[in-house]
């Protein structure tokens, strides 16, 4: 079946710029995941969205990253005014349940000019 | 959740089993332990998970010790697209949300 997918695969931006990073989760799965992966490190979680509940926001670094999922469809993450550090990868994860087994797309390679 | 402990990097020859240790001293009753590796430029790939009993599947064994302080991950037959970051979790089913807490992992270099 179709795994979770993000767009765009590559972005390129300016300092300053606003973007927007798109994940669709596998069909059927309620809890999906935003994680960051910066070059040569781990993943460091970001967000969490578990149905209609309040996401877990924890993890954003700064008020300028921001992120939104309707029901258990598309989820967005958004960074305002970007920043050199924050050119990393961005990685989307979705599980049937939140005690289920993560899956992961193939990320967004953010580069900030 | 539980911290992890696995060597930093490990060669094994295309066709031997590789065998990828992790230690959890601290892991709790309930918390399972997870495997995934990242091929290089891609999302981290689901491997196996267990909680106390070993388990396999297509593409690996899992071996927890009986005081499920350490654990081995098995692939039986290494090929080189088997070259891989491999990343040992522990993780409660129903804490922190559910996320994933990624250390360093092992940098596997399969060889011809």
């Known amino acids: 079946g179709a795994g979770v997918s993000q767009s765009p695969s590559n972005k390129v931006t300016e300092k300053g710029k606003d973007v927007e990073l798109r994940c669709d989760p596998i069909s059927g799965h309620t809890a999906l995941y935003w994680y960051r992966q910066r070059l040569g490190q781990g993943l460091e979680f970001l967000i969490y969205?578990?149905?209609?509940?309040?996401?877990?926001k924890s993890g954003l670094p700064s008020d300028r990253f921001s992120a939104e999922r309707t029901g258990e469809s598309v989820s967005t993450l958004t960074i305002q005014r970007t920043q050199q550090e924050d050119s990393a990868v961005y990685l989307c994860a979705s599980s049937l349940f939140r005690e289920e087994t993560q899956y992961f797309g193939p990320g967004t390679r953010l580069l900030v000019l | 959740d539980a911290k992890t402990t696995q060597p930093p990097s490990m060669d094994c020859a295309e066709g031997r089993a590789a065998n990828l240790p992790c230690n959890h001293s601290?892991?709790?009753?309930?918390?399972?332990v997870y495997w995934y590796r990242q091929i290089h430029s891609q999302g981290p790939q689901y491997i196996i998970h267990?909680?106390?009993n070993n388990e396999t599947n297509e593409m690996a064994s899992l071996i927890i010790t009986e005081d499920r302080k350490s654990s081995t991950l098995i692939l039986p037959h290494a090929t080189l697209r088997d070259t891989a970051v491999y990343y040992c979790?522990?993780?409660?089913?129903?804490?922190?949300?559910?996320?994933?807490?990624f250390g360093q992992g092992t940098t596997l270099q399969v060889k011809p």
């Open positions: 969205f578990q149905g209609n509940s309040a996401p877990d």
């Open positions: 267990g909680l106390k």
């Open positions: 979790i522990v993780r409660a089913p129903q804490g922190n949300t559910g996320k994933l807490i």
């Open positions: 601290t892991i709790s009753g309930n918390e399972y």
